[in-house]
């Protein structure tokens, strides 16, 4: 099943700071000594690595998408220019045959590590939208979305259980090293010349993978324009920011009163987020409330739209398995 931890509050109540944890100034970096200091996306990919590496090698692999949400248009920012050189490149949101969100060209980079991972997510966040306002110095203009795609190899007719034993995993490494990412491309320009063998073809067959994702987010602050001071662009930025804000709180009420029809669509947010908020899936809501006795209205407000997300209800998650064709067939 897909999960998705994002926090929400009003600016400067230190969304990013949860999700990222203290930054250098100038430079984006996660080296941080103290562990207690690390936000949840850079926790959250070490657990991911390290449940990783307690399984055979090869059954998993992950990819890894930043995008921001800004001005109810999507950006790709690890995507490249001409010259090689990253730069955000606006992509859309469509919604498949099967009903799930996609975002066609999205580049999707293969990591090994927890390393790679904040590396690729540093990249991305030197293109992130940021505007000062009267409430916070670096208030953040935009959405970001960092997603992590994990897939899981699974074999044999008990689909759901992974390879048993190591000699397992290695003897498929063998037999069907085509299915693999790093092994397509070293593969690829040999593997169509020749014909698979029987052994190949009968163990692809057995071979099953599952992707599911990790959506971090970052959302952008809601604020009180007579209070954050904006004007000219920066008010149209406010606006596209709050409308979005709205769109995700009427998802999530739609949800918790299991109405037939739950307004995805309403909002590029929302939509991008679809699978890892609805159906199946399980969202952490991190709830950012600024101290202040200035911010109350701004901080009801929050806990407003908490509680709207504590209401949602959806019974233990089961992980889904899938029909396996028998040996007949």
């Not at 790709?76 to 975002?103: I, P, Q, W």
């Not at 409430?135 to 994990?150: D, Q």
């Not at 990790?214 to 001071?229: F, H, I, R, T, W």
């Not at 606006?239 to 979005?244: A, G, M, P, T, V």
């Amino acid at each position: 099943y897909n999960v998705c931890i994002m926090a929400y509050g009003q600016t400067g109540s230190g969304k990013t700071y949860t999700m990222l944890g203290p930054q250098l100034e100038g430079n984006l970096a996660f080296a941080i000594e103290e562990e207690s200091e690390l936000g949840i996306i850079p926790r959250a990919t070490q657990e991911v690595f390290r449940l990783i590496s307690e399984k055979p090698p090869g059954s998993y692999w992950v990819e890894v998408s930043v995008v921001e949400v800004y001005n109810n248009e999507i950006f790709d920012l690890l995507a490249k220019d001409s010259y090689g050189k990253v730069s955000g490149v606006k992509r859309d949101v469509v919604t498949t045959r099967e009903g799930k969100s996609d975002v066609p060209l999205l580049t999707n980079e293969t990591v090994e590590n927890a390393s790679e991972f904040l590396h690729l997510v540093n990249k991305g966040l030197q293109l992130r939208v940021t505007h000062p306002t009267l409430v916070h110095a670096h208030s953040s203009r935009s959405h970001l979305v960092v997603t992590l795609t994990i897939t899981t190899v699974v074999f044999g007719d008990n689909f759901g259980t992974l390879w048993e034993d190591q000699q397992t995993s290695q003897r498929l490494n063998k037999e069907a090293s085509c299915t693999f990412p790093q092994k397509m491309r070293d593969n690829k320009s040999t593997s169509s010349s020749r014909a698979s063998s029987p052994v190949q073809l009968e163990a692809s067959e057995k071979m099953k993978q599952v992707k599911t994702r990790l959506q971090l987010v970052d959302l952008a602050g809601s604020e009180c324009v007579g209070m954050s001071g904006v004007t000219g662009a920066a008010l149209r930025e406010t606006s596209f920011i709050n409308r979005s804000l709205s769109a995700l709180a009427d998802v999530l009420g739609a949800i918790a009163e299991q109405r037939a029809h739950v307004p995805y669509r309403n909002s590029k947010l929302t939509h991008l987020l679809q699978d890892s908020i609805g159906g199946d899936a399980k969202l952490l809501v991190m709830l950012c409330i600024s101290p202040g006795e200035k911010y109350l209205t701004e901080s009801m407000q929050s806990l407003g739209f908490g509680t709207r997300a504590r209401q949602v209800q959806r019974g233990q998650v089961k992980k889904k398995n899938f029909p396996v064709p028998s040996k007949g067939k």
